[in-house]
């Protein structure tokens, strides 16, 4: 089994909570199909508020993740250029 991607990773909470967020939009627009008109704007304020809460998060973790993985690479790059030069 490979290592997953720590920048694709990094995202995973932030994707569920949206998920989830869209669960609770389906559940917010009721089961009468009469009443999906008036409680629709509400529903999908409600989802667009949640989803825009994740930016923020989401935006740190990759960012964070990014950074590690860049980190990582050039002490790579530092180690077999100080080795070459030995």
């Known amino acids: 089994m490979s290592t997953p991607n720590p920048v694709v990773t990094a995202g995973i909470p932030?994707?569920?909570?949206?998920?989830?967020s869209l669960q609770t939009f389906i559940t917010n627009l009721g089961g009468d199909p009469a009443s999906v008109a008036v409680k629709f704007p509400g529903a999908?304020?409600?989802?667009?508020?949640s989803v825009e809460m994740?930016?923020?998060?989401?935006?740190s973790a990759e960012f964070g993740a990014l950074q590690t993985d860049v980190n990582t690479k050039i002490s790579g790059w530092i180690t077999k250029l100080q080795a070459a030069a030995k």
């Open 44 to 49: 999908l304020q409600v989802l667009l508020g």
């Open 54 to 59: 994740q930016f923020p998060a989401l935006a």
């Open 14 to 20: 932030e994707l569920v909570s949206v998920l989830q």
